[in-house]
């Protein structure tokens, strides 16, 4: 297997390509690139590697823009220390997302799922039916051509009543007195069997947010964003959550801002 890496921090690359080299010394590196731009000159010039390890923060911009300039057909691992950019990397040809420090074991399962890839094709033509069905993933993975690639109702139960909110109605979750309560945009509050980490996985990342232990909120209920101090954020909900400041850490602010401008 040939591949290409593309890292800017020097201690990482090495480290992956250790890694690499434990699992399977057969694997041959035939680059390692640290920007946008060798990256896009390099596969202009080359032939086609059969993987990609890719890392997202690069030295002059975001990986992503190397897919804006040349067509890559090949599948990529991301190797990254940030995880808001999974929803993103999925529009891509992404097979897997590892974050950093890359674990031996994860990058064995990752490499794994490749061959796996591989081996379901002829090999004639594998390249391009890989590529067809990242294509077909990704679409899968944002929601526009499948529509049960997240939960988008939730059976609520009041008193002896069952009703069923749609996504779209829903204003924010929140974590409060040992249970999840639903509150809607009308402000209806519906204690719900799930817990914020179960609904992190199960909804929409391009809708909703965890903005902090307590809150996942959907960007339809965001009124309002303030500046607080030490680089912290103060965001306004409707419906408004009475007697408490609704506060975002200044470590999950950029990916909050990050995740708006998506």
Known sequence: MKVLIIED??????????????????????????????????????????????????????????????????????????????????????????????????????????????????????????GNLLETLSLGATGQNNTNAYKNRFLVKLGDRLESVAESDIGYFQAKDKMVLLITQQNKKYPIDYSLDDLERLLHLAHFFRINRQFIVRIDAIQSIHTYFNGKLKVILTPEVQNQDIVISREKSTQFKQWLDL
């Open 9 to 130: 921090e020097a201690p990482a690359s090495r480290r992956l390509q250790k890694l690499i080299t434990e699992i399977d010394p057969q694997i041959e590196v035939l680059e390692v690139l640290d920007s946008i731009e060798a990256s896009v000159q390099w596969l202009g010039q080359h032939a086609t590697p059969e993987v990609i390890f890719m890392d997202i923060q690069l030295a002059d911009g975001v990986s992503f823009d190397i897919f804006e300039q040349v067509q890559i057909q090949t599948p990529v691992i991301f190797t990254t220390a940030y995880d808001n950019y999974s929803l993103k990397a999925f529009k891509v040809n992404s097979i897997d997302y590892l974050l950093k420090p890359i674990n031996k074991t994860a990058l064995t399962q990752s490499i794994e799922k490749y061959r796996q890839l591989k081996n379901q094709f002829s090999t004639s033509n594998y390249q391009q039916q890989i």
